[in-house]
């Protein structure tokens, strides 16, 4: 959406043979006016129809939205799409006096289409008949930027922080409202306005309808009774607007031009504040003299009044100039004093990192001696281990010889029993077999005296032998 007070030259779209246009306008009409034309996607076949534009983008224009219905009022129609949105700009559309269009800007596609699903074809209230219009925007063109004053500074310029909270205006993610009179301000302060005007220039969305004379019809010069409502035009015209005066003496008249009160039997202005043509705001008209109705004086001109009430306008432009400067000193002191917090946060948070790096670097170093001293024990028992370890195997070496000596001894020792007991066991076969001799018969024994005894075999036979016969052995020779 383009940015209002830079108008920027129409350029028509590709499409726009297939789209409406709706030449619109915004500011105030005093001192500067900014006009422009919407380009609009058309309207589906059915009010119903599901189909949307194709191509479209996330921005609506909300048409023919009631006067009647406040800034507030809209929010609150809006409902839960105001988070969601990014801008809201009101505007008039030509040739809608007692109605005004909303230009929205979404976050996104789908919470546009939702809005237009929502909305479009829904009652503002279920006590009136008004019924709110939604389109798709293709494209917003400022056309035109008419100036009719000299503004003052802060009129020029888009206000960085919101009028009514002072925060910044990009802050709060609930979406700007920009008023008809081009002032920005938080949807959510905007909502809790209960009044239709501006909160900074109090400039009023519903505007007089195009008035003219009750009795000629002339629309220049004309007054309106503060009591009955009667418009007449005044005595440099028809003096439509003193007749009246004079046959209902309804004495007070509000000229609908300079928005001031005249009255008619005490011949002066009823009020000591005028609206300043400069930049719209009330000032002392400061006139002492004697007045005549329709801005004469006895004392002075009207120039001359008008001169002072622009003289004190300057003073108070000049008065908001210094508070718009004393505001951005402060603004300057905020933000340097916040950097000089952002450092000194820095430079602790550094510190704190500092502190921490070397603390750990202090528990490691200790961990890494511990660990160092662990492995040397660890070296060292290794070193011991492997020492027990030759020395075992040295000490099994030095077991097994004498073991194996033993064993050699044990083995000599059985073969020498073995043999021993082999003579032993022939010993006694001989002393036994001698014996049996001896007490045999004679001619028995004169036969054996001439034989042979040869060993046995083994002991086994032998035991066996000498337990079937008294004579253990076998001649070989023949008795002789």
Request: aromatic share 6%; hydrophobic share 30%; glycine share 6%.
């Amino acid at each position: 959406m383009a940015t209002a007070g830079k108008p920027a030259a129409a350029t028509p779209s590709t499409s726009s043979h297939a789209l409406d246009s709706v030449h619109f306008s915004s500011g105030n009409p005093r001192i500067e006016e900014t006009r422009g034309v919407v380009l609009l996607h058309p309207d589906p076949p059915a009010a119903s129809s599901p189909h949307l534009p194709v191509g479209r983008k996330p921005r609506v224009c909300v048409l023919a939205v009631p006067n009647h219905m406040t800034y507030a009022d809209f929010c609150r129609f809006c409902g839960a799409f105001v988070p969601h949105t990014l801008e809201m700009r009101i505007v008039r559309t030509d040739g809608a006096e007692d109605q005004y269009s909303v230009l929205i800007n979404f976050n996104t596609q789908n919470s546009t289409d939702n809005f237009y699903k929502h909305f479009n074809g829904k009652q503002f209230s279920s006590l009136e008949g008004d019924v709110c219009h939604v389109r798709f925007v293709e494209d917003v063109h400022y056309t035109q930027l008419i100036e009719h004053a000299h503004s003052s500074v802060t009129s020029l310029a888009e206000q960085p922080t919101c009028p009514v909270c002072l925060e910044r205006l990009d802050q709060d993610p609930g979406g700007i409202l920009t008023t008809i009179c081009n002032h920005s301000f938080h949807c959510s302060c905007i909502s809790k306005w209960t009044d239709s005007s501006c909160p900074v220039c109090r400039y009023c969305q519903q505007q007089p309808e195009k008035s003219m004379c009750s009795i000629c019809g002339t629309s220049e010069n004309l007054w309106i009774c503060v009591i009955c409502g009667h418009v007449g035009c005044g005595r440099y015209k028809g003096g439509h607007a003193i007749e009246h005066w004079k046959e209902t003496e309804h004495c007070y008249s509000l000229e609908l031009e300079t928005q001031k009160v005249w009255d008619y039997a005490g011949d002066n202005y009823v009020h000591r504040l005028i609206q300043s043509k400069t930049d719209g705001k009330l000032v002392e008209y400061n006139c002492h003299g004697g007045h005549t109705a329709e801005n004469t004086c006895s004392l002075c001109s009207g120039d001359a009044a008008m001169s002072e009430a622009l003289l004190n306008s300057k003073f108070e432009a000049i008065v908001e100039e210094y508070n718009d400067l004393v505001t951005s000193q402060l603004e300057k002191q905020r933000n340097y004093y916040e950097s000089l917090l952002l450092e000194d946060k820095e430079e602790t948070e550094k510190e704190i990192a500092a502190a921490v790096e070397k603390a750990v670097s202090i528990k490691v170093q200790k961990l890494e001696a511990k660990i160092e001293k662990c492995t040397e024990e660890k070296r060292f028992l290794d070193e011991v281990n492997g020492n027990l370890v030759k020395n075992q195997e040295k000490w099994i070496e030095t077991i097994r010889k004498p073991q194996a000596r033993e064993q050699a001894t044990l083995r000599l020792k059985d073969e020498k029993i073995e043999k021993l007991q082999e003579e032993i066991r022939d010993l006694i076969a001989h002393f036994e077999c001698q014996n049996a001799i001896a007490q045999a018969p004679d001619l028995i024994s004169s036969d054996i005296q001439g034989g042979t005894i040869l060993p046995v075999a083994s002991s086994a036979s032998s035991s066996n032998s000498s337990r079937s016969s008294p004579v253990r052995g076998t001649m070989n020779g023949k008795l002789k």
